[in-house]
């Protein structure tokens, strides 16, 4: 049963690499979404606001005045209730005519206007926002003065009517005792004594004063304590809309990266790619730089760049496993899908082995699209289809390589204790077209990889991908070890999980993976090669 990989949860490290590598997106966020914000800013309409405040008093005249008990409204909604009378139609009309306005509607005053109670106090603010700073300043401030006028007239509607009717009541009490005999019987108050006509006389003027008194009481109510005496420019105001828009930009580049990062199935590192599969990474082969000619090897070309000592790196993780007797006799070199190095990394590790004195073969068996042939220039020569065929003998088809002058001259001792250099020697696929699936299946091929590990220490087989087709299943079971050779941001996570079951499926013994496709820096920096390449041109000067 196939076991699942762990998932590792993500930790601040991990957060910090997603957004380095989309710094460039969470960059340009920041950068437009700023401009753009302080561009649409510079292009808005300039308004000035200017505002005014009144004062509302909680005391109840009435209550003070006639003894009754005083209810206690909620602050909040007595306050918003005040702000929403003071938007009516009847004030913005009142305001417009005492400012001498007539340019603007009671509609569009209240657009451009606002009450509000502001909180925890027993005030009311009157906003006035308008291009004219001036014009807005006298409107505030006749606002804020013709609702106090408006609520007056409101409160002491009722006091004054009630007060109007008890004076006219005494007026005609007065004029009916002045005219006693004639209007006698006309009215009630006529048939009572003198006393009590007095008690009544005293109790409507007492009563008409108290109406008087709440009315002046009402009156001072709501009071206009601050007029507006300046106008403040509100709009565009270009450095708010600067910092707004950094922290909305790096908000939404930071968004957008994760989002991005959701959306790519690539592994990040090595490490990842390692974890997934369950194999041990052998080396990290740096991509090829631009100066580099196409198709050769850095081997032979380059041998004192970086990309050589990461083979060379490669080479030493071979002969640690080779003395645990894992990385011995036929090892072959496949990877999960075209184009992810893998014969260009088995030539050079080929002719890396060989420079440190060991001898051999380098095989390819990539027979549907073999590479071998041409990054060596021996397309068209016999090979391992004539060799399997029994067309020619495998010395007639192997092809020695010379080392150059990456050769290091570490001679090995052999079974006589004589010492020796190293040799490469190359089988490229053949001349002989043939069913590759039933080809690498058959005896005779075993029987060849058997004859060239007798001659050679160590046969680097190029083997075809893993996936898509089952060549290279087929021969793992001909082989003694597997290595795989995966190019970082390449190979997506889908494709590692049919190849972690795939690689199960393989009797060789998997020896780990390379990854290529790097960048330089990431394999050792660029002091060792660049400083090791400069040394040898100031001794060659």
Request: glycine share 8%.
């Amino acid at each position: 049963m196939e076991s699942q990989p762990t998932i590792r949860s993500k930790t601040f490290r991990d957060y910090l690499a997603i957004l380095e590598r989309q710094k460039w997106l969470v960059l340009i966020a920041v950068v437009l979404v700023p401009v753009l914000a302080v561009t649409l800013s510079m292009r808005q309409q300039r308004l000035y606001e200017s505002s005014a405040q009144v004062l509302i008093s909680r005391q109840n005249p009435a209550a003070v005045l006639f003894g009754t008990q005083e209810t206690s409204p909620q602050v909040e909604r007595a306050a918003q209730t005040e702000a929403d009378v003071a938007r009516v139609s009847a004030v913005a009309t009142r305001t417009l005519k005492a400012a001498g306005v007539r340019t603007m509607t009671p509609s569009e005053f209240l657009a451009a206007s606002d009450a509000s109670a502001k909180t925890n106090t027993d005030l009311l603010e009157f906003l006035v926002t308008l291009p004219d700073p001036k014009l807005a300043v006298r409107l505030a401030t006749a606002y804020a003065r013709q609702y106090t006028l408006y609520r007056r007239e409101l409160d002491t509607a009722a006091l004054d009517g009630a007060r109007a009717a008890i004076e006219r009541r005494l007026e005609g009490l007065k004029g009916a005792v002045r005219r006693r005999g004639s209007l006698r019987g006309s009215d009630s108050a006529l048939a009572l004594d003198a006393d009590s006509r007095s008690a009544l006389l005293a109790s409507l003027v007492e009563k008409a004063e108290q109406l008087r008194a709440a009315s002046a009481l009402l009156a001072s109510k709501f009071i206009l304590i601050k007029p507006a005496t300046e106008a403040k420019n509100v709009r565009p105001r270009p450095v708010r809309s600067g910092v707004l828009g950094v922290v909305l930009g790096l908000a939404l580049g930071v968004g957008l990266a994760f989002f991005r990062e959701a959306l790519d199935t690539r592994p990040r590192s090595g490490l990842e790619i390692g974890a997934e599969l369950g194999l041990p990474l052998l080396a990290r082969l740096p991509a090829p730089s631009r100066s580099f000619r196409k198709g050769g090897l850095v081997m032979l070309d380059e041998p004192r760049g970086i990309g050589a000592e990461a083979f060379r790196v490669l080479r030493v993780n071979l002969d640690l496993l080779a003395r645990t007797r894992e990385g011995g006799g036929a090892v072959m070199l496949t990877s999960a899908l075209e184009g992810e190095g893998k014969s260009t990394t088995a030539a050079n590790l080929a002719v890396g082995l060989a420079q440190s004195g060991r001898r051999v073969i380098l095989a390819d068996l990539d027979l549907r699209r073999p590479g071998v042939g041409r990054l060596f220039n021996l397309n068209g020569r016999a090979g391992l289809t004539d060799v399997v065929l029994a067309h020619v003998r495998p010395e007639t088809a192997l092809t020695p390589i010379p080392l150059g002058d990456g050769q290091e001259h570490v001679g090995r001792a052999d079974h006589n204790g004589r010492q020796r250099d190293g040799t490469l020697e190359v089988l490229t696929a053949g001349s002989i077209p043939v069913e590759a699936g039933d080809f690498v299946s058959s005896e005779a091929l075993a029987e060849t990889l058997a004859a060239l590990r007798e001659r050679a220490d160590i046969v680097i087989v190029d083997a075809p991908p893993l996936l898509g087709v089952g060549d290279a299943m087929a021969l793992s079971a001909r082989v003694d070890g597997l290595i795989l050779v995966t190019r970082l941001h390449v190979i997506r996570r889908q494709v590692i999980n049919e190849l972690r079951a795939v690689l199960r499926a393989c009797p060789a013994t998997k020896l780990g993976f390379v990854l290529t496709g790097t960048d330089q820096k990431a394999v050792y920096g660029e002091g060792y090669g660049q400083g090791y390449a400069q040394m040898e041109k100031e001794l060659a000067a």
